[in-house]
């Protein structure tokens, strides 16, 4: 059977990779992530690189391929580099701090949120407006950041709350004086 769509992906140094039918297990500096595949996608070890191929050109087997070398290219950045989101805390009085490994953030509420992060995911404070999450799984990485703002998501009023680094809050007019 020939292979119809055929994309690489590099693999740098001291990062291992093991393939077994289905299975692909990703080794590096940071750690260990693992995933099953489609048995309709094949990814084989060539010369420094996977090769990820789809066996024809049809729309689920061009939407699969592409989605597999996707997460396979970002489990080998992960356990090589990581993956960081940084959120930021707008308001009077708003802030967050480190309780041992757990986040714990004053938002206006009558109480402090407290959030726990899961394994492998780490919280950073530099300072008390801003919040760096980081971990190895991007997918992980990415939904304990929208925890975080769902706690108090940015208002369109005065812009108050937690949002991404660089996100734009389109702000609304107030009530008009007569």
């Not at 980081?134 to 108090?152: F, P, S, T, Y």
Request: charged letters at 30%; zero cysteines.
């Amino acid at each position: 059977m020939s292979r119809i769509g055929r994309t690489p992906i590099p693999v740098p140094s001291g990062v291992e990779i093991s393939i077994d039918k289905s299975h692909v297990v990703v080794k590096g500096p940071k750690g260990e992530l693992s995933r099953d595949i489609v048995p309709d996608i094949s990814v084989r070890k060539e010369e420094g690189q996977l090769v990820v191929e789809r066996p024809t050109d049809a729309g689920r087997h061009r939407a699969l391929h592409g989605l597999t070398r996707t997460l396979i290219a970002n489990m080998v950045t992960g356990v090589n580099e990581g993956f960081s989101k940084t959120l930021e805390i707008v308001g009077v009085g708003y802030r967050a701090q480190l309780k041992g490994s757990d986040l714990e953030i004053a938002v206006g509420y009558s109480h402090p949120v407290t959030i726990k992060p899961p394994d492998g995911i780490t919280f950073e404070v530099p300072m008390p407006t801003r919040i760096h999450v980081r971990g190895i799984d991007k997918q992980q990485v990415g939904e304990i950041a929208a925890e975080i703002r769902d706690v108090r998501k940015p208002e369109p009023y005065k812009g108050k709350g937690i949002r991404y680094a660089g996100e734009y809050v389109r702000r609304k007019a107030g009530k008009a004086a007569k």
